[in-house]
């Protein structure tokens, strides 16, 4: 069996990794929340969370610096995002078609436009990546320390976002009329907010989100761009969203917790374990398929979630 | 945009004015996919000609497509009985992957050689095949149904879930129990006697076109002309009034899971005996995301699905094709496929919404007055 | 006097109807003005044009004196309009607090909060100041899903009088509230027009008019008929003007040939959406040949008692009996196969299928008699025959039998129902508000079917809340309060005054002595 020092660093690896592969979805996620807090159901940040990602490796490709990727990829998530608004919102039509067709959409745009910027020689360049930054005196300290002090950049961006986000949704008018307009459009219609206006914001905000998600996979994470990087991201962050009951502290959570299971599968490979990879995988999903059967109580679920405003 | 457009008192709901909506749509989209073929020195009008001519024009290409419409015309039958019933279910790449599994683990027990497995005549073989890929699927995805009725979930996201959980257990299947010997997570090829049989002599056209079309039939059956089609549709279109009239909501909402996760599981089959003739991972590849559009572009006409699904599946023939002899990626398919959809739908903002012309003469509107 | 606020010509077309036909009204401050009208005369549409949420087609809108324009209820509430709607614009899950400061910002407010940060605690105290200095208690920090309805139209007053409105428009303020509560309402309301804020009471009912309301508009298909003082007025004028007529509606009804009983229910209790008990033990017969009338305010359990009478509800306690046997468990659709129908309240919602043909609706409830053998296939020639018959005999004015239900008028729709639930011959009739809505004309034609229903001998159970269609054609008369039968009046016994005691809670036996009311 393992002597105490290979479990700890067993542990260690394992859980640096969840923390690393939860950031983009945590920031999707994120968005997200916002998106359907308002009523909107977004399952395009599948795609959109790919065009992050291209938007992010163009711009760093282009300027080499890697935060201007981070701004690119944000652009990238907010503008193909007002177009999901507009047929969310204004068009009114079934969210999640618009959803579905828009991430067969961005596939295609992402693996056409890698296509035309890299011609066919198939190796994408490496480009400049946003380093690890060791919190001085914290990454020291014993397992904690390399676990959560030394960790990509974006990852503590990325928890200020959540501390933020929580604020915002429960504190602030904002956020109240956010989660009024999602639970009673009509209501906070007649109380004087512009249902359509919120949506619209809201869309933006888990484009935003999703974009960038997408970057943080580029430019944490990998470090080039591959048209088939993004493989189902976009619907674990759905599944966060639901874990994490609408609320972007317990989503962050639920993110630690689908990418310690994601990293421990790897790590357990790493490790020569013997367990099936793939059962350990699907869980997280079996847990979401769980949360939202309505097996478990009543879910958070936004009253409003998919259905169109009609106003006037 | 709100103060450039005003709502139509009533849509125009004419077919003329939904014909020609959708014909513009589609224009629209072929019109800006044109533009993608340019920086690859294709001349537009030339590749979309050659497109159609690469899976259309020749025998051989037209049972490409034909193999290619059949998966799609299943799934898309699927959403169909699903979505007429007002059951949002999004689950065919998991029913497609569960079916497909179990046709391998038929395919590979129920006509072995003698004492590796159940030997079947070729006459209750087919019959049985399809029963248990049906059921298979029926099972997946009626347990979904069982959740929204029973519990009251959230059919859309459980669906979407159970498509992880359904791939990465077959994932599980071909790289544990069923793997065949050998370094790829793949099984074993099937038995001969197991694939479907060609029905286009020197092409590779293969049968799961007749099941697909045979399916379209029976779903056009049960939805125009049968009571319980019937029931399904007034389920869809309005639960109370279903309810009401003594029609049980939940065997209905329950019906159209079971069936759809059937078609969605025939889909399966059709792949996995029709081409690959074995099972292993990324078997449905967006196609169970795919043939949910092509029914809509159908608008859920199970009828109409057919030909809407052969234009389709002829579209990304021709695209793969395409990439072949001129190097034009066969994204751009992804491209114009998802841009008909989408301004399909888009076009229903010109139904409701109509330009506001400027009004001379009018008062202009005020809308000072603050104090209290 | 200047009037508060005042209406010119407004014009409002919607697809198929002119809801408001240059219709004029004008409130002077500290004044409750009434908008009386039937359903559908276009009240709340007007209403909806003052709150800046519907725009109109024509006309303006004056404030003091000035003209104005409402580009949405942003708008209208910076200008110090508030609206309560019938069904109560309160988001449920939330505080009662978070719902009084909902919309607030910028100008709106009235405590700083710093940076858009909410300040709950605050908007506590000040809710609290008003609730005590206008006598309308509520906890701040409730959720609104646990509020009773009275709570929470008092929570919808303290939203507008937290944003200072000055203009107060209350759409069927009383339809969901007891007499007591109902008394209560007005009673502020007359406190807050001494203020010297305009109240604008949108209502059908008369009788509240003439008790709180200074002035009265009527409108009538769309118009401004008339604007009366109380002084000048009687409630018999109103009705009138209302109506359009002189004669209130009377019916001649044969001499009652009662039957054998039908239906009975014991110790019936039924619960509602959220789990209380809405149907408290309610013993009841239905006998053939007989209108047993249910009467009562909305929302005192009638509805729950239907629907656990059609089996679309579940019961939590009693037994429900159809000619003997026991159905209390039986599903919706072995309640018709033992004879009994239903035309339900909700016409669009329920009733019908708006964008199936009249041929498939007037199928709906019986299709596996519209079967082929072994009743797999539908058969369509059977059933256009059936539909042509239905809107024959029961003149539902249609294009053909493929024209879609939901584009039928009101009254041609619930023409269509009760006939297609007539032509299913039931033993027992169940029919819900079977008015509610319709013009004069249609009234008198769904009045006519049912008194013909009932002297062919079938049994009919009316649940209404007009007081006039229960008395037209009852024969018995049960009123239902807080889940509960008040009494039982013979048609011959009953007149308004005393139906409406007993609507109020008052034991009809025990008359004399006021029973201790423990609404909460």
């Not at chain 2, 709100?2 to 019109?31: C, K, M, Q």
């Not at chain 2, 034909?66 to 998966?71: G, K, M, Q, T, V």
């Not at chain 3, 409130?27 to 519907?54: D, R």
């Amino acid at each position: 069996m393992l002597d105490d020092f290979a479990l700890g660093a067993f542990v260690v690896t394992w859980l640096a990794a969840g923390i690393r592969l939860a950031g983009p979805l945590l920031l999707a996620a994120l968005g997200e929340i916002y998106a359907e807090r308002s009523g909107v159901l977004n399952v395009g940040i599948e795609g959109t969370i790919l065009l992050g990602a291209l938007g992010a490796y163009l711009v760093t490709y282009a300027t080499g610096s890697p935060w201007l990727g981070v701004f690119g990829a944000v652009a990238a998530g907010v503008i193909s995002n007002l177009f999901l608004a507009w047929m969310y919102v204004t068009v009114m039509a079934n969210q999640v078609v618009v959803g579905v067709v828009f991430n067969i959409f961005a596939l295609g745009l992402a693996s056409y436009f890698y296509r035309i910027v890299l011609g066919t020689s198939g190796n994408p360049e490496l480009i400049p990546m946003i380093g690890s930054i060791s919190i001085p005196g914290l990454s020291d300290l014993p397992i904690l320390g390399p676990i959560l002090f030394s960790q990509s950049a974006l990852f503590y961006v990325s928890i200020a976002i959540v501390l933020i986000a929580e604020f915002v949704l429960l504190r602030t008018r904002f956020g109240l009329n956010v989660r009024a307009v999602g639970e009673n459009p009509r209501a906070a219609a007649n109380a004087g907010i512009s249902v359509v206006g919120i949506r619209y914001i809201c869309v933006l905000l888990s484009g935003a989100g999703a974009g960038a998600a997408g970057g943080y996979l580029v430019l944490a994470q990998i470090g080039l761009f591959r048209d088939t990087m993004v493989v189902g991201q976009g619907f674990i962050a759905l599944a966060i969203v639901i874990f994490g009951r609408w609320r972007p502290i317990y989503a962050a959570l639920a993110a630690f917790a689908f990418g310690a299971t994601d990293a421990l599968q790897l790590s357990l490979q790493l490790f020569s374990f013997d367990v099936a990879p793939q059962l350990l995988l699907s869980l997280p999903y079996v847990f979401t398929v769980i949360a939202v059967s309505g097996l478990i109580g009543k879910t958070a679920q936004p009253a409003a979630l998919m259905e169109p405003y009609r106003d006037r | 945009m709100f103060n450039l457009f005003e709502r139509r008192l009533a849509p125009l709901d004419s077919p003329s004015v939904v014909v020609t909506s959708t014909l513009g749509s589609i224009l629209l989209a072929l019109a800006i996919g044109a533009f993608l073929f340019i920086p690859f020195g294709a001349n537009p009008l030339l590749a979309y000609v050659s497109l159609f001519e690469s899976s259309l024009g020749s025998l051989r290409g037209f049972a490409m497509t034909l193999n290619r419409a059949a998966p799609l015309i299943l799934v898309a039958l699927g959403t169909c009985v699903a979505w007429r019933a007002g059951f949002g279910f999004l689950g065919f790449e998991g029913c497609m992957t569960i079916g497909a599994a179990a046709a391998a683990w038929f395919a590979l027990v129920g006509v072995g050689e003698a004492g590796q497995g159940i030997i079947l005549p070729a006459l209750l073989f087919w019959p049985a095949m399809l029963a248990v890929a049906f059921a298979a699927g029926g099972v997946w995805a009626g347990s979904v149904g069982v959740l929204r009725t029973r519990y009251g979930g959230n059919e859309v996201l459980i669906s979407l879930m159970m498509n992880y959980v359904a791939i990465f257990l077959v994932q599980y299947l071909v790289s544990g129990p069923m793997r065949a010997a050998g370094n790829l997570p793949q099984t074993d090829r099937f038995p001969t006697e197991s694939w479907l049989p060609m029905i286009i002599p020197g092409t590779r056209a293969h049968a799961g076109i007749l099941i697909a079309v045979g399916a379209a039939f029976l779903v056009w059956l049960l939805i125009s002309r049968m009571r319980v089609g019937f029931e399904l549709i007034v389920t869809g279109l309005s639960p109370l009034a279903a309810r009401y009239s003594g029609i049980d909501v939940g065997r209905r909402y329950l019906l159209a899971a079971v069936g759809a996760g059937g078609l969605g599981a025939l889909a399966g089959l059709v792949e996995v005996l029709g081409t690959q003739h074995r099972l292993m991972d990324g078997l449905s590849g967006g196609l169970g995301f795919i043939g949910i559009v092509v029914a809509l572009l159908a608008k859920l006409n199970p009828l109409l699905i057919v030909p809407v699904a052969i234009l389709y599946a002829a579209l990304s023939v021709g695209a793969d094709a395409l990439q072949r002899s001129a190097g034009v990626p066969s994204s751009i398919i992804f491209i114009l496929q998802s841009l008909i959809v989408l301004f399909v739908m888009a076009s229903d903002f010109i139904r409701y919404w109509k330009p506001r012309l400027p009004r001379f003469g009018a008062a202009t509107a005020r809308e000072e007055r603050t104090d209290a | 006097m200047l009037p508060a606020v005042e209406l010119r010509g407004i014009v409002k077309r919607f697809a198929n109807v002119l809801a408001n036909d240059h219709a004029s009204l004008s409130v002077l401050p500290g004044e409750v003005h009434a908008l009386l009208g039937e359903n559908g005369a276009g009240k709340s549409t007007l209403m909806q044009v003052l709150y800046g949420s519907y725009h109109a087609d024509g006309g303006e809108i004056l404030l003091d004196g000035s003209p104005v324009h409402f580009a949405n209820q942003r708008a209208a509430i910076h200008a110090g309009i508030g609206m309560i709607h019938q069904d109560f614009m309160l988001v449920r899950p939330f505080t009662v607090a978070e719902n009084v400061v909902l919309g607030l910002d910028g100008e709106l407010q009235i405590y700083q909060e710093k940076r858009g940060v909410l300040d709950l605690a605050g908007a506590s105290r000040r809710i609290e100041e008003l609730s005590t200095h206008h006598g309308l208690q509520v906890d701040a920090s409730a959720r609104i899903e646990h509020l009773p309805v009275g709570v929470q139209q008092r929570v919808e007053i303290l939203k507008l009088l937290y944003r200072n409105a000055r203009i107060l428009i209350l759409d069927e303020p009383t339809a969901v509230l007891t007499p007591q509560e109902t008394a209560k309402l007005l009673e502020t309301l007359r406190s807050l027009a001494a203020e010297g804020r305009s109240i604008i009471i949108v209502t059908h009912k008369l009788h509240e008019i003439i008790e709180v309301a200074d002035r009265v508009t009527i409108m009538r298909d769309g118009k401004t008929v008339a604007t009366v003082a109380k002084e000048d007025t009687t409630e018999a004028e109103l009705a009138r003007l209302m109506v359009g007529r002189d004669v209130l509606l009377r019916v001649r009804k044969s001499p009652m040939k009662r039957g054998e009983t039908l239906l009975t229910t014991r110790g019936l209790t039924v619960n509602d959406d959220r789990g209380n008990e809405a149907v408290r033990g309610i013993d009841l017969s239905v006998n053939a040949g007989e209108i047993v009338g249910i009467a009562g305010v909305d929302g005192n359990g009638q509805s729950q008692l239907v629907e656990a009478l059609t089996g679309l509800r579940p019961v939590t306690g009693g037994q429900i009996t159809m000619e003997g046997t026991d159905i209390t468990g039986s599903t919706p659709s072995g309640r018709k196969d033992c004879g009994i129908a239903y035309v339900p309240a909700d016409r669009r919602g329920v009733g019908s299928v708006g964008t199936l043909s009249i041929e498939d609706n007037s199928v709906l409830c019986n299709l596996r008699a519209f079967t082929g053998k072994f009743g797999l296939f539908r058969d369509r020639g059977r059933s256009r025959s059936h539909a042509r018959d239905l809107v024959a005999r029961f003149g539902v004015k249609a294009p053909d039998i493929r024209f879609p239900a939901g584009k039928l008028s009101g009254g041609n729709l619930q023409k269509m129902i009760l006939g297609r639930e007539i032509m299913q011959h039931p033993k027992l009739l169940i029919v819900e508000q079977p008015t509610r809505g319709l013009d004069v004309g249609a009234i008198e034609g769904v009045w006519a079917e049912l008194l013909k229903v009932r002297d062919s001998g079938q049994g009919i159970l009316l649940v209404s809340a007009e007081l006039e269609e229960i008395r037209n054609l009852a024969d018995r008369i049960l009123v239902i309060f807080e889940g509960r039968f008040m009494g039982e009046l013979r048609a011959e016994d009953a007149d308004d005054e005393t139906i409406g005691l007993m609507m109020a809670g008052r034991s009809g036996k025990t008359s004399g002595k006021t029973r201790t009311l423990t609404h909460v």
